[in-house]
């Protein structure tokens, strides 16, 4: 075989070499699993006002509970397609688990309308210029936050939430 020949070989063997650990490392994980830098960490604390009756509202009051913290709102379409699940987890955990929604980039009057036509029975509180959902590192809504008694975020879900989903995070932090 001319050197060339052998040339072609070795890049040819190399460029399989770069795509093979490409695929291996790419195969097998999870697409929806999205890193981020607060996992394991405490969860940043805020104090913002319900919107229903104005109170202020610290997340340290909650330390001791586990906590599910969704950012929201009225103008995302999956938002709205995941306002069901929250409302049957809330009735079916809020003996055990802490339940807060927290408005993303929305006015309090969009906000208020939308709650009054399809419910809320747990707490809406109001982050007027996003400040929490920044601390929280929110790229988008909904994203949806699971907080264990100790006030570490244990996990993240960036996406519409089903039932499954937040049956098995509620369990990981009610461990």
Same mark, same amino acid.
């Given at each position: 075989?001319?050197?060339?020949?052998?040339?072609?070989?070795? +890049? $040819?063997? %190399?460029?399989?070499?770069?795509?093979?650990? +490409?695929?291996?490392?790419?195969?097998?994980?999870?697409?929806?699993?999205?890193?981020?830098?607060?996992?394991?960490?405490?969860?940043?604390?805020?104090?913002?006002?319900?919107?229903?009756?104005?109170?202020?509202?610290?997340?340290?009051?909650?330390?001791?509970?586990?906590?599910? $913290?969704?950012?929201?709102?009225?103008?995302?379409?999956?938002?709205?397609?995941?306002?069901? %699940?929250?409302?049957?987890? #809330?009735?079916?955990? !809020?003996?055990? %688990?802490?339940? $807060?929604? +927290?408005?993303?980039?929305?006015?309090?009057?969009?906000?208020?309308?939308? $709650?009054?036509?399809?419910?809320?029975?747990?707490? !809406?509180? #109001?982050?007027?210029?996003?400040?929490?959902? +920044?601390?929280?590192? %929110?790229?988008?809504?909904?994203? /949806?936050?699971?907080?264990?008694?100790?006030?570490?975020?244990?996990?993240? #879900?960036? #996406?519409?939430?089903?039932? !499954? /989903?937040?049956?098995?995070?509620?369990?990981?932090?009610? !461990?």
């Amino acid at each position: 075989m001319s050197k060339t020949a052998w040339a072609l070989f070795a +890049v $040819l063997g %190399v460029a399989l070499g770069a795509m093979w650990l +490409v695929f291996h490392k790419s195969f097998g994980n999870d697409p929806h699993a999205v890193p981020f830098e607060l996992a394991g960490k405490p969860a940043p604390r805020f104090t913002m006002k319900r919107l229903d009756t104005g109170e202020l509202v610290k997340l340290e009051d909650f330390i001791g509970r586990p906590i599910v $913290l969704n950012f929201w709102a009225t103008w995302c379409g999956p938002c709205k397609e995941e306002h069901p %699940v929250l409302q049957w987890a #809330y009735q079916k955990w !809020q003996r055990d %688990v802490v339940f $807060l929604g +927290v408005v993303f980039e929305d006015t309090e009057e969009n906000t208020k309308a939308f $709650l009054v036509q399809n419910g809320s029975s747990w707490p !809406q509180l #109001y982050d007027p210029k996003s400040t929490v959902a +920044v601390d929280f590192g %929110v790229a988008g809504v909904p994203e /949806t936050y699971f907080i264990n008694r100790s006030g570490v975020i244990v996990g993240k #879900y960036p #996406y519409p939430i089903d039932p !499954q /989903t937040m049956t098995k995070r509620i369990s990981e932090i009610l !461990q």
